[in-house]
């Protein structure tokens, strides 16, 4: 089983760097002999905020981590969350609080990594 490890840094709306990481996650994903982990730090933690309401025809970047957390994890750094005010009863259901320790064991155990 190949494992890749994607780290996102970009808020999830304004550019499409958080957005293209969760199409290549997702769709990773979803292929057989893959484990996905994705790693979110900074503005990114945005992307796990639960209840996301997107103008029709927009991408709803939250919909797309849901396709990574079928069958993957997701991990949000707990200091850029407590930085940006964002309580863990916030967080889309599966993704987790994390530690930049986490990461560090993620980045180790990962045959590749990927950064957004």
Known sequence: MTSTLF???????????AYNAL???????????????LFL???AVGCAKNGQKVPEGYYNVQLMLG????R?????????????????DE?????QRATLAQLADWTAAADKVLVF
């Open 7 to 17: 780290i996102v840094n970009d808020a999830p709306y304004g550019d499409e760097r």
């Open 23 to 37: 199409r290549l996650a997702g769709t990773l994903a979803a292929r057989e002999g893959q484990s996905v982990r």
């Open 41 to 43: 730090m900074a503005d």
């Open 67 to 70: 396709k990574v957390l079928r």
């Open 72 to 88: 993957g994890e997701v991990g949000i750094c707990g200091t850029c969350m407590d930085a940006r005010g964002v309580g863990e």
């Open 91 to 95: 967080l889309v259901e599966g993704a």
